[in-house]
């Protein structure tokens, strides 16, 4: 089966590939070695896409995902590099500066076109470069944080990471866009939440004011620092919401913020309902957030765990222009909302999202309803949406991740049911019936301290298991593993 194969079999080619990279690197050939670097970043990423695809084992992706990490450090040095090579150029006379007039006559002045050097490209290397002489060491502990936290170290999560991104569709930076105040001022007067609110995409800190205006204690915090502070001079701390965790779940403040757009909203959001579980927590969306299939977390918040209100503005927002911007100011093009999830008796979110549309003039001067009342105003509403099919039992959400459960294990030493529930995008009572099945099949040992290893004779086992539930695609696999392995 070739079914891993872009993911293990190149591996070899690919790590010999980064160290020549990373040689001519120290040799100070950075050409050539950006050539290198951005051809073995792209491959690995092409292998750990696929590898992710077929539900490979969580080593081999780890692994694709390392060599992808180093590559890019390499690359963001050659970039480094190639800003500092330019602007040394240009004070010098030798490139044209914006504006200056090159090629003129007995002036040996070139343009950046003519010595190969692209300005969208140099205007991305300049922000790496100078946040990097900001804090020394942020580009590797970017990337490295995010291998720690199992996702991918990617070009656009870096530059986000840092604050160094562009405007454009595709690298919108940390989407840093400050929210108008009549879309928070209509939220209090729709909802109440707990007396302090953790507002944890703070920015500027346009959210967290309105919240103190109307009598909440705020607590901030962003990825980026902007030096917001609260109304008793408190700091924002600075940190991604993704490596946050409560000291207990579910026991933390109530959580209202603008999140940021792009790839990482989708894990954002299941990250707050997953490790946070916050009693309740609005979020100020694209209306386009109730759509989607493709993507595993924004299913899990929208269908596992549906909001309980959603209120879509008619009349769209006041543009949230974007940190900086002073050009011309417009009427947004995006049609917004505010998702508010609230836990249930039960622990869970419920089934049931009611839609209501609002009109934000209606509440420029409305009363905001009490902090820590709870409860919402209510009225009409023009939609609601209920699940159609039953929820799913234990044993049926156990049967359906079994498979990935084994082949993530096969690659692991031991693990513990956190691990593994991270790992294969599951709830905690699915990930403990996932060990439960495994060790009433004997697939898998106790360790010690929580912890889990597979059994002696596991891999007789595993394909025991396999030819039970007649899957050979997990057969294969498991051979395939297996050979890794050994």
Not at 66 to 83: G, H, T
Not at 269 to 297: Q, S, T
Not at 346 to 370: C, M, N, P, Q
Request: aromatic share 8%; hydrophobic share 40%; proline share 4%.
């Amino acid at each position: 089966m070739n079914a891993v194969t872009p993911a293990i079999s190149d591996s070899s080619d690919l790590a010999a590939t980064i160290e020549r990279a990373r040689a001519l690197l120290d040799d100070g050939d950075y050409q050539a070695a950006l050539l290198l670097s951005t051809g073995a970043y792209e491959q690995a990423k092409a292998a750990a896409g696929y590898a992710e695809k077929v539900k490979a084992s969580r080593q081999l992706i780890d692994k694709a995902r390392r060599m992808q990490a180093d590559a890019l450090k390499i690359e963001s040095v050659c970039y480094v590099a190639m800003a500092n090579a330019v602007d040394e150029a240009q004070a010098k006379g030798q490139v044209a500066r914006p504006g200056q007039k090159a090629n003129v006559q007995d002036a040996d002045i070139f343009t950046l076109a003519d010595v190969g050097v692209d300005r969208r490209r140099l205007l991305e290397a300049r922000k790496l470069r100078d946040a990097e002489a900001k804090e020394p060491g942020i580009v590797e502990r970017a990337i490295e944080a995010r291998l720690a936290q199992g996702f991918e170290p990617s070009r656009a999560n870096l530059r986000a990471a840092i604050g160094t991104a562009s405007a454009s569709k595709e690298d919108r930076g940390d989407n840093f866009y400050q929210t108008p105040g009549v879309a928070t001022r209509t939220l209090l007067a729709l909802e109440s939440f707990s007396a302090t609110v953790w507002e944890s995409s703070c920015g500027h800190g346009a959210i967290a004011h309105v919240l103190e205006e109307h009598g909440y204690e705020v607590i901030i915090s962003d990825l980026v620092d902007r030096g917001a502070v609260t109304q008793h001079g408190e700091f924002q701390t600075v940190g991604d919401f993704l490596a946050t965790a409560p000291d207990e779940a579910g026991e933390g403040p109530d959580l209202v913020t603008n999140p940021p757009y792009g790839e990482v909203l989708n894990d954002y959001v299941a990250h707050a309902l997953r490790v946070h579980k916050p009693r309740k927590m609005a979020l100020l969306l694209n209306l386009n957030f109730l759509c989607g299939f493709a993507d595993e977390a924004r299913n899990f918040v929208m269908d596992e765990n549906p909001p309980a209100r959603v209120y879509v503005f008619k009349r769209r927002l006041p543009m949230m222009h974007r940190e900086g911007y002073d050009g011309p100011k417009a009427s947004s093009r995006m049609n917004t909302a505010w998702f508010v999830w609230e836990r249930q008796e039960d622990g869970g979110y419920g089934d049931t999202t009611v839609i209501k549309r609002v009109d934000w003039k209606d509440y420029e001067d409305r009363d905001a309803l009490l902090p820590g009342a709870g409860g919402n105003a209510g009225g009409p509403h023009f939609d609601e949406f209920k699940r159609e099919t039953p929820r799913k039992t234990l044993d049926e959400r156990v049967e359906e991740v079994s498979s990935r459960a084994l082949i993530w294990c096969a690659g692991k030493d031991d693990f513990d049911a956190v691990e593994l529930r991270r790992a294969i995008g599951v709830r905690p009572s699915t990930a403990d019936g996932a060990i439960h099945w495994m060790l009433e099949k004997r697939l898998i040992d106790p360790a010690g301290d929580g912890r889990f290893k597979v059994a002696s004779d596991g891999w007789t086992a595993l394909k025991a298991t396999a030819a039970v539930i007649n899957d050979p695609k997990l057969f294969e696999l498991i051979e395939q593993i297996q050979g890794v392995a050994a």
